[in-house]
């Protein structure tokens, strides 16, 4: 089993910045890719960030390139988002996940984290 605990959410305005961080602990080496998933109200689970732990590749949604950073802290087992320029729309519920894959692609959400809320106003 891996558990995850995000934190680092919050409130501000739109334009702000907040870093989000995602801790792993347990069998950690079960896993090889860690995504940042959210949910906005009323909305279904959209999936914004990953990365391959071992490779370092990431991938973003379209909606945040250019604005949002994945990154990993392999001693910390800490996956970190650094989001800059928040816009309304990135408000909602952000979990992070874990999984395996075998090749870099799709990564399972195997594992999932109890979430942080994010809110951005105008």
């Known amino acids: 089993q891996v558990q995850l605990v995000e934190s680092g959410g919050g409130s501000v305005q739109a334009g702000g910045s907040l870093r989000l961080s995602c801790a792993a602990s347990?069998?950690?080496?079960?896993?090889?890719?860690m995504v940042w998933v959210r949910q906005a109200p009323g909305k279904d689970i959209d999936g914004v960030a990953h990365i391959y732990i071992g490779a370092g590749s990431t991938y973003y949604a379209d909606s945040v390139k250019g604005r949002f950073t994945i990154s990993h802290d392999n001693p910390k087992n800490t996956v970190y988002l650094q989001m800059n320029s928040l816009k309304p729309e990135d408000t909602g519920m952000y979990y992070c996940?874990?999984?395996?894959?075998?090749?870099?692609?799709?990564?399972?959400?195997?594992?999932r984290g109890q979430g942080t809320q994010v809110t951005v106003s105008s």
């Open positions: 347990g069998y950690i080496a079960s896993t090889n890719c």
């Open positions: 996940t874990a999984g395996f894959s075998p090749v870099i692609g799709t990564c399972p959400h195997t594992y």
